[in-house]
Protein backbone atom coordinates (compact mmCIF):
# COMPACT_ATOMS: atom_id res chain seq x y z
CA UNK A 1 0.00 0.00 0.00
CA UNK A 2 0.89 3.44 -0.77
CA UNK A 3 0.45 5.94 2.31
CA UNK A 4 0.11 10.14 1.36
CA UNK A 5 0.27 12.45 3.62
CA UNK A 6 -0.99 16.13 2.81
CA UNK A 7 -0.12 18.88 4.77
CA UNK A 8 -0.23 23.25 4.60
CA UNK A 9 -3.34 23.93 5.00
CA UNK A 10 -5.06 26.62 6.58
CA UNK A 11 -6.88 29.66 6.96
CA UNK A 12 -6.24 32.68 4.37
CA UNK A 13 -7.78 36.01 3.00
CA UNK A 14 -8.89 36.52 -0.66
CA UNK A 15 -5.24 37.15 -2.51
CA UNK A 16 -2.82 35.29 -0.34
CA UNK A 17 -0.83 32.23 -1.59
CA UNK A 18 -0.66 28.85 0.70
CA UNK A 19 1.74 25.95 -0.54
CA UNK A 20 0.47 22.78 -0.23
CA UNK A 21 2.86 19.82 -0.02
CA UNK A 22 2.34 15.74 -0.18
CA UNK A 23 4.30 12.93 0.85
CA UNK A 24 4.28 9.64 -0.72
CA UNK A 25 5.29 6.45 0.81
CA UNK A 26 5.25 2.39 0.24
CA UNK A 27 6.60 -0.14 -2.18
CA UNK A 28 7.62 1.55 -5.67
CA UNK A 29 7.67 4.64 -4.51
CA UNK A 30 11.34 5.39 -4.55
CA UNK A 31 11.53 3.91 -8.05
CA UNK A 32 8.25 3.31 -9.59
CA UNK A 33 6.71 5.20 -12.49
CA UNK A 34 3.90 7.10 -11.15
CA UNK A 35 1.60 10.13 -11.79
CA UNK A 36 1.02 12.23 -8.34
CA UNK A 37 -1.99 14.98 -8.18
CA UNK A 38 -4.20 17.14 -6.90
CA UNK A 39 -8.09 17.42 -6.24
CA UNK A 40 -10.19 19.36 -4.61
CA UNK A 41 -14.04 18.99 -2.95
CA UNK A 42 -16.16 21.67 -1.37
CA UNK A 43 -18.82 21.44 0.29
CA UNK A 44 -21.99 20.55 -1.30
CA UNK A 45 -19.85 20.09 -4.66
CA UNK A 46 -18.01 16.84 -5.97
CA UNK A 47 -14.42 16.32 -6.10
CA UNK A 48 -12.78 18.00 -8.70
CA UNK A 49 -9.21 17.58 -10.37
CA UNK A 50 -7.00 20.18 -10.10
CA UNK A 51 -3.36 19.56 -11.27
CA UNK A 52 -0.88 16.88 -11.39
CA UNK A 53 2.74 15.89 -12.81
CA UNK A 54 4.66 12.87 -13.56
CA UNK A 55 7.66 11.93 -11.75
CA UNK A 56 9.61 10.75 -14.39
CA UNK A 57 8.82 12.71 -17.48
CA UNK A 58 8.10 16.30 -15.82
CA UNK A 59 4.68 16.35 -17.58
CA UNK A 60 2.15 18.74 -16.58
CA UNK A 61 -1.29 19.17 -16.60
CA UNK A 62 -3.79 21.69 -15.05
CA UNK A 63 -7.63 22.28 -14.91
CA UNK A 64 -8.03 25.34 -16.55
CA UNK A 65 -10.08 27.43 -13.55
CA UNK A 66 -6.55 27.22 -11.82
CA UNK A 67 -4.17 27.28 -14.57
CA UNK A 68 -2.10 30.42 -13.93
CA UNK A 69 -2.69 30.34 -10.06
CA UNK A 70 -1.63 27.35 -9.31
CA UNK A 71 1.56 25.66 -9.77
CA UNK A 72 2.28 22.43 -9.19
CA UNK A 73 6.34 20.96 -8.90
CA UNK A 74 7.70 17.69 -7.77
CA UNK A 75 10.88 16.47 -5.84
CA UNK A 76 11.34 12.77 -7.19
CA UNK A 77 14.38 12.51 -4.31
CA UNK A 78 11.59 13.18 -1.81
CA UNK A 79 9.11 11.63 -3.55
CA UNK A 80 7.38 13.97 -2.77
CA UNK A 81 4.83 17.15 -4.72
CA UNK A 82 3.53 20.83 -3.84
CA UNK A 83 0.86 22.48 -4.95
CA UNK A 84 2.20 26.57 -4.86
CA UNK A 85 -1.49 28.21 -5.06
CA UNK A 86 -1.35 32.00 -5.42
CA UNK A 87 -4.33 34.66 -5.68
CA UNK A 88 -6.61 33.07 -3.82
CA UNK A 89 -10.44 32.93 -3.88
CA UNK A 90 -13.15 32.65 -1.35
CA UNK A 91 -14.13 29.81 -4.64
CA UNK A 92 -11.01 27.90 -4.05
CA UNK A 93 -12.27 26.93 -0.64
CA UNK A 94 -12.09 23.11 -0.39
CA UNK A 95 -10.73 20.03 1.19
CA UNK A 96 -7.58 19.85 -0.90
CA UNK A 97 -6.42 15.90 -1.66
CA UNK A 98 -3.21 14.34 -2.90
CA UNK A 99 -4.08 11.56 -5.40
CA UNK A 100 -1.10 9.06 -6.78
CA UNK A 101 -1.46 6.87 -9.90
CA UNK A 102 0.61 4.45 -11.57
CA UNK A 103 1.99 4.64 -14.80
CA UNK A 104 2.44 7.82 -16.95
CA UNK A 105 -0.97 8.97 -18.12
CA UNK A 106 -1.04 12.05 -17.12
CA UNK A 107 -4.67 12.79 -18.73
CA UNK A 108 -6.64 11.48 -17.40
CA UNK A 109 -5.89 10.63 -14.22
CA UNK A 110 -7.45 8.07 -12.42
CA UNK A 111 -5.74 8.09 -8.61
CA UNK A 112 -5.01 4.96 -7.05
CA UNK A 113 -4.63 6.36 -3.58
CA UNK A 114 -5.71 9.19 -1.86
CA UNK A 115 -4.57 10.86 1.08
CA UNK A 116 -6.80 12.04 3.72
CA UNK A 117 -6.76 15.40 2.89
CA UNK A 118 -5.98 19.40 4.62
CA UNK A 119 -8.56 21.85 4.74
CA UNK A 120 -8.19 25.30 2.79
CA UNK A 121 -10.21 28.01 3.68
CA UNK A 122 -10.30 31.08 1.77
CA UNK A 123 -12.08 34.37 3.45
CA UNK A 124 -13.66 37.33 1.57
Known amino acids: QVQLVESGGGLVQAGDSLRLSCAAS??????????MGWFRQAPGKEREFVAAIAVTSGRIKYADFVKGRFTISRDNAKSTVDLQMNSLKPDDTAVYYC???????????????WGPGTQVTVSS
Open 26 to 35: GRGVAFGNYV
Open 99 to 113: ALSWGVDIAPMTPRY
